[in-house]
């Protein structure tokens, strides 16, 4: 008898915590799914593959590095309807798509860096905020150190898919990911990953001279955690994306740098309009 008394306590106690665990949950897994519905909605809705025969017409700019014939990334000839996404913010002004994270969404450059941490691309308030570049830098992106950053949430998405980065394994099975602008492709190579604090060097942007420039990517590569496949090249333009370690509450940062190897300019891209207009 007491021993049936015992284990019909023990089978409470663990319904109990099921359902503690459900409820828990349950508002992540609204979340989550809420995210990944309107980051398919978005791609439907913006991006597109550019046709074949467009694809000769592209012209390449002075920045492009030059590959053999045949070999362009055709990941760089996806077409971002920034017109339409203009017309629903302003302040959208490019496209990322990361897909080692199953990442593709609008990137917001805003007039302060608080707004986009509570509300999506299109302004609606959503908890896990936008992917965005500091408010003080250009929002054309011409600068030799970009940043973007993103929430680290806690289901893999925005940018809580980095985390996988911290495996060379994962590098070298998605060594790319893709930066669109209007007029512009660029194809990026993953090249270091480093766990820093939030007031680090790491987050240096502006003018540089070219000492120290070469100083500063020769840092980045000297703390990287993995060591990026691929050739190995001079580092000419980075693109850092930045996102906590954790719930956020220190100052712990994980930052992802990806070399720029490749800069397309596409014509459908620069009749659909430019940032700088």
Same mark, same amino acid.
């Given at each position: 008898?007491?021993?049936?008394?015992?284990?019909?306590?023990?089978?409470?106690?663990?319904?109990?915590?099921?359902?503690?665990?459900?409820?828990?949950?349950?508002?992540?897994?609204?979340?989550?799914?809420?995210?990944?519905?309107?980051?398919?909605?978005?791609?439907?809705?913006?991006?597109?593959?550019?046709?074949?025969?467009?694809? #000769?017409?592209?012209?390449?700019?002075?920045?492009?590095? #030059?590959?053999?014939?045949?070999?362009?990334?055709?990941?760089?000839?996806?077409?971002?309807?920034?017109?339409?996404?203009?017309?629903?913010?302003?302040?959208?002004?490019?496209?990322?798509?990361?897909?080692?994270?199953?990442?593709?969404?609008?990137?917001?450059?805003?007039?302060?860096?608080?707004?986009?941490?509570?509300?999506?691309?299109?302004?609606?308030?959503?908890?896990?905020?936008?992917?965005?570049?500091?408010?003080?830098?250009?929002?054309?992106?011409?600068?030799?150190?970009?940043?973007?950053?993103?929430?680290?949430?806690?289901?893999?998405?925005?940018?809580?898919?980095?985390?996988?980065?911290?495996?060379?394994?994962?590098?070298? #099975?998605?060594?790319?990911?893709?930066?669109?602008?209007?007029?512009?492709?660029?194809?990026?190579?993953?090249?270091?990953?480093?766990?820093?604090?939030?007031?680090?060097?790491?987050?240096?942007?502006?003018?540089?001279?070219?000492?120290?420039?070469?100083?500063?990517?020769?840092?980045?590569?000297?703390?990287?955690?993995?060591?990026?496949?691929?050739?190995?090249?001079?580092?000419?333009?980075?693109?850092?994306?930045?996102?906590?370690?954790?719930?956020?509450?220190?100052?712990?940062?994980?930052?992802?740098?990806?070399?720029?190897?490749?800069?397309?300019?596409?014509?459908?891209?620069?009749?659909?309009?430019?940032?700088?207009?």
């Amino acid at each position: 008898m007491e021993r049936e008394k015992i284990s019909r306590k023990r089978r409470g106690i663990a319904v109990l915590t099921l359902a503690a665990l459900f409820f828990w949950y349950l508002p992540q897994i609204q979340v989550s799914r809420q995210i990944r519905k309107e980051q398919e909605e978005a791609v439907e809705m913006y991006v597109r593959e550019e046709k074949e025969e467009n694809k #000769e017409e592209n012209e390449k700019s002075e920045e492009v590095q #030059e590959q053999e014939p045949g070999s362009t990334d055709q990941n760089l000839f996806r077409t971002i309807d920034f017109a339409g996404l203009r017309s629903k913010n302003r302040e959208i002004c490019a496209w990322l798509w990361i897909p080692g994270c199953a990442l593709d969404v609008p990137v917001v450059h805003g007039q302060d860096n608080a707004y986009y941490l509570t509300h999506d691309a299109f302004c609606r308030e959503r908890i896990y905020g936008s992917i965005f570049s500091p408010c003080d830098t250009t929002e054309d992106f011409s600068e030799r150190h970009t940043i973007l950053y993103g929430h680290n949430m806690r289901d893999g998405t925005m940018f809580g898919g980095l985390k996988k980065y911290r495996e060379a394994s994962w590098e070298q #099975e998605f060594p790319y990911l893709y930066l669109y602008l209007p007029g512009e492709a660029w194809q990026c190579r993953i090249w270091s990953v480093e766990e820093t604090d939030a007031k680090s060097d790491v987050y240096r942007l502006g003018a540089w001279s070219d000492a120290d420039w070469n100083a500063w990517v020769q840092e980045r590569k000297e703390n990287s955690i993995i060591f990026g496949s691929g050739e190995e090249k001079e580092v000419q333009k980075i693109l850092t994306l930045s996102t906590c370690i954790g719930d956020g509450s220190s100052s712990q940062r994980l930052a992802v740098h990806a070399a720029v190897e490749m800069i397309f300019a596409t014509k459908s891209g620069r009749e659909e309009g430019s940032v700088l207009e």
